[in-house]
């Protein structure tokens, strides 16, 4: 017998209510100084404490700005040369071992070159969201577009369909689901890469905050960043799933992760 989605939500609370119960109990019980690991009413003090002065609403807000505007470049971008990559022989030849060189180089260590090119503001954390969150997306895009099964590509050409329609009726469908595959890992690795870039150097946002934070001995105002984090990335890969799922509704493997989740 399945458990309804209320009953779910129900034992996930009560599993995180005791956790934290226990996590204070010990806290307590072995006095644990608050700069090596603060209980959870500390950190909930320090999280309205910072939302009450609009220090955490403010670097949130630009590291949302990051986020969103880089992952969004890093999406159209990814789209656009994996289409004409995949469909285009020549484009391939010439681009794809780039493509691949570039991809092995690590995006993070190319973090404090931007920021000497494009200056501590929100430019050089953009750049960086996109460069990082382009290459699932891309690599993704071309798998998929490549996925749609030859024989049928053949019937529906001696069918007398045009290359556009077996592109938008067979090649766009079976890409699809790996499209939004790598979207959903897109967009997690933009809010990584997001704090990465503002730990390099930056004017605000959530990663500068923690780093400043930890020249304080912060920890609770540290946590909280962490939890928001957390929060924002759960929340950002629900809305691709949940989008992805709408989107490709015949898709029987997103059907039973829907009836999964639904109960």
Known sequence: MRESTPFKAVVSLIILVVL?????WAIRANNVPNYLLPAPS????????????????KHLITTLTEVFLGFGIGLVLALILGLMIALNR?????????????QSMP??????VLVIWFGLGITSKIV?????????????????????????????LSLG?????????????????????GVEVGIIMALLGAIVAEFVGAESGLGMLLQSMNTTLDVAGQFTILFILSAI??????????????????????????TAKGG
Do not use: H
């Open 20 to 24: 934290l119960a226990l996590w204070q």
């Open 42 to 57: 500390d950190i909930y003090a320090a999280f309205v404490r910072g939302f009450q002065t609009g220090i955490y609403t």
């Open 90 to 102: 020549t484009v391939e030849t010439y681009v794809y071992p780039y493509i691949i060189m570039f």
């Open 107 to 112: 995006k993070v260590a190319l973090a404090p």
């Open 128 to 156: 960086t969201v996109a460069l990082i969150s382009f290459f699932p997306i891309l690599i993704n895009t071309i798998v998929g577009l490549r996925s749609a099964d030859l024989d049928r590509i053949n019937l529906m």
């Open 161 to 181: 369909a045009t290359r556009f329609q077996v592109f938008r009726m067979l090649r766009l469908q079976s890409a699809l689901p790996f499209i939004v595959a």
């Open 233 to 258: 990335g759960l929340v950002m890969s629900r809305l691709v799933g949940f989008v992805g799922d709408r989107l490709l509704f015949w898709d029987s493997s997103r059907k039973s992760r829907v």
